[in-house]
Nanobody, 114 residues
Framework: QVQLVESGGGSVQAGGSLRLSCAAS????????MGWYRQAPGKQRELVAA??????RNYADSVKGRFTISRDNINTVYLQMNSLKPEDTAVYYC?????????WGQGTQVTVSS
């Protein structure tokens, strides 16, 4: 089992920045994918950014050039969010994959006011 703890959400004005962190614990050996998703009220959960092991980072078109995903060599993935817009308001979820199983964090709220 993998446990995920997210932090860094909050409220910010448009144009501001936030940095999300997600720390994995438990059976972290073999994690081969780490990503961030978000879900706005009334909408489906969508991929924001992902960083597969040995692969290229990928981003949703709506965040390209503004968000950056990174990870350390152990167990933490980050999402640096710059130039935030009101439409970025959502609950952000960390997701990791390990040996075919997917794990989700509890979610952290990001609210961007105009």
């Amino acid at each position: 089992q993998v446990q995920l703890v997210e932090s860094g959400g909050g409220s910010v004005q448009a144009g501001g920045s936030l940095r999300l962190s997600c720390a994995a614990s438990g059976s972290i050996f073999g994690i081969n994918y780490m990503g961030w998703y978000r879900q706005a009220p009334g909408k489906q959960r969508e991929l924001v950014a992902a960083i597969p092991s040995g692969g290229s980072r990928n981003y949703a078109d709506s965040v390209k050039g503004r968000f950056t995903i990174s990870r350390d060599n152990i167990n933490t993935v980050y999402l640096q969010m710059n130039s935030l817009k009101p439409e970025d308001t959502a609950v952000y979820y960390c997701n990791v994959k390990r040996f075919g199983s997917a794990y989700w964090g509890q979610g952290t709220q990001v609210t961007v006011s105009s």
